[in-house]
């Protein structure tokens, strides 16, 4: 079957992944239609439709079969009934490609260039997160964790960013480290990989092939807001899972705001989200602290860390949270040297809340002087 694909899916780089193959593919031009721009962000897929007077540019897929129809529905959500026939001019056979109802009227329309340029990268790592899971993860879960998927593709691209190397050695990963064998033990909302490695030893030889598993997370933003004209806090408490599975007798937690950085979201951009979200809270500027991982021996969980500088003066509490996540937070505004006793005596566990509030504490004294 000749596909006639538009948008995202014609960018060559982000296709091959997709289908698994460098396939052959021809320009094209349906006539009466038009590609419509992505409506979020570097996971949204474009929107062929019909439109009187416009030309949709595409590619055809000459050489396509059935497998790669069905690793398109895998990729897109789609069904094989969404490629419908067109008619290109160009050709005589039949031709098939994916055509929404949707009206193009008033709608942005796609600019390829643009795209490719500002999320075209990023877009084609969320595609390998998801067809690292074709013909093991069902397409059904991966609707529901799709946007997860995309954020954990982000979480790479984030980590490319350079970090300092003046005490720590600046060998890299990619010299300096040999991947022997890589899979996944599971790979649902979390990824359990198990893989074996060989790297280089302070001493200059290379290790033995060591075998190891590790834990496949997320990056996230954490705040912790500060009204420095009042010197009060707000830490938040929700039930966690962790302290559960430890079977704590007290699994609700202390903690900073924070939540998962979405795809192509600055972690800046989750910081202030995330204080609505669970505090219905709007920060004022947002000062860095630290950007350190959770635990580096087995995760790669990954912690970009603020001080929200807020209003509290009016905030008394209260509670928060998304039912769409199931989220039950309450938050507690409170003096910082209340905030830092209960650091002292055990009561704030997390470690994340009690290093930023560390941080705080050597950070005070100059903004209540600028406040």
């Given at each position: 079957m000749t596909m006639f694909l538009t948008g995202t899916l014609a960018y060559p780089p982000l296709l091959e992944i997709v289908l698994g193959r460098v396939p052959v593919l021809v320009p094209a031009e349906l006539p009466d239609h038009a590609v419509l721009a992505p409506a979020g962000g570097a996971d949204t897929l474009t929107r062929l439709c019909k439109a009187q007077g416009e030309s949709a540019a595409g590619v055809l897929v000459t050489d396509g079969g059935a497998q790669d129809l069905e690793r398109l529905c895998y990729f897109t959500g789609w069904s094989e009934s969404d490629f419908v026939p067109v008619d290109v001019p160009q050709v005589q056979e039949s031709v098939h490609a994916p055509v929404s109802e949707e009206s193009a009227e008033g709608q942005p329309r796609f600019d390829a260039e643009t795209w490719a340029h500002a999320q075209g990268a990023l877009a084609c790592e969320i595609a390998r997160e998801i067809m690292r899971g074709y013909g093991q993860r069902p397409a059904a879960m991966v609707r529901a964790i799709r946007p997860y998927l995309a954020a954990r593709a982000w979480s790479r691209a984030l980590a490319d960013r350079e970090t300092p190397c003046v005490l720590r050695s600046d060998r890299t990963r990619e010299t300096a480290v040999r991947i022997v064998s890589d899979s996944s033990a599971h790979d649902g909302f979390f990824r359990m990989r198990q893989f074996s490695l060989q790297h280089e030893r302070f001493d200059g030889a290379m290790s033995d092939v060591i075998q190891r598993e590790g834990f496949v997370a997320y990056d996230a933003a954490l705040v912790l807001p500060y009204d420095p004209e009042r010197d009060l806090v707000l830490l938040i408490e929700q039930m966690r899972y962790g302290p559960i599975l430890r079977e704590d007798r007290h699994p609700w937690i202390l903690e900073p705001v924070a939540g998962l950085v979405d795809a192509g979201e600055s972690p800046e951009d989750c910081a202030r989200r995330e204080a609505v979200e669970e505090a219905g809270l709007h920060l004022g500027s947002l000062e860095p602290m630290m950007r350190v991982y959770a635990s580096p021996g087995y995760t790669s969980e990954f912690f970009h860390c603020?001080?929200?500088?807020?209003?509290?003066?009016?905030?008394?509490?209260?509670?928060?949270?998304?039912?769409?996540?199931?989220?039950?937070?309450?938050?507690?505004?409170?003096?910082?040297?209340?905030?830092?006793?209960?650091?002292?005596?055990?009561?704030?566990?997390?470690?994340?809340?009690?290093?930023?509030?560390?941080?705080?504490?050597?950070?005070?004294?100059?903004?209540?002087?600028?406040?």
């Open positions: 603020f001080l929200g500088l807020c209003d509290l003066g009016e905030h008394g509490g209260g509670l928060g949270g998304l039912d769409s996540e199931n989220e039950d937070i309450r938050s507690h505004v409170l003096p910082f040297e209340d905030a830092m006793a209960l650091v002292e005596s055990g009561e704030v566990n997390a470690g994340p809340l009690a290093m930023m509030l560390l941080w705080l504490a050597r950070q005070r004294e100059r903004l209540r002087a600028a406040a």
